[in-house]
């Protein structure tokens, strides 16, 4: 299982992007997905998962803020984030626990997409 994250950019606070991560493979099949971020200098953060059947959790920076969401038949997760504030400039990852068919379970990371919130 592969995992692409596209949508990133360079927005002016207040403004809104959203992120998408699409999963690829062989007759793939996907479980828990999640959003996380990583500003400079800083750790890697969760964001807010989302489990397969849609449930969700936002970290308390978000909240309010960001919405995540996904398409199980397109094996595709979503988030959408407004109210963008210079804090949230940072490196988003998607992450996944996925399968090929075939295989075994693994947790995928996607390569990231920049976010860049100028004041």
């Known amino acids: 299982v592969q995992l692409q994250a596209s949508g990133g950019g360079l927005v002016q606070a207040g403004g809104f992007l959203r992120l998408s991560c699409a999963a690829s493979?062989?007759?793939?099949?996907?479980?828990?997905m999640a959003w996380y971020r990583q500003a400079p200098g800083k750790h890697r953060e969760l964001v807010a998962p989302?489990?397969?059947?849609?449930?969700?959790t936002y970290a308390d920076s978000v909240k309010g803020r960001f919405t995540i969401s996904r398409d199980n038949a397109e094996n595709t997760m979503y988030l959408q984030m407004s109210t963008l504030e210079p804090g949230d400039t940072a490196v988003y990852y998607c992450?996944?626990?996925?399968?090929?068919?075939?295989?075994?379970?693994?947790?995928?990371w996607g390569e990231g997409t920049q976010v860049t919130v100028s004041s």
């Open positions: 992450n996944a626990d996925g399968r090929s068919f075939g295989g075994t379970w693994a947790n995928v």
């Open positions: 493979g062989s007759l793939i099949s996907v479980n828990n």
């Open positions: 989302i489990t397969s059947v849609g449930v969700t």
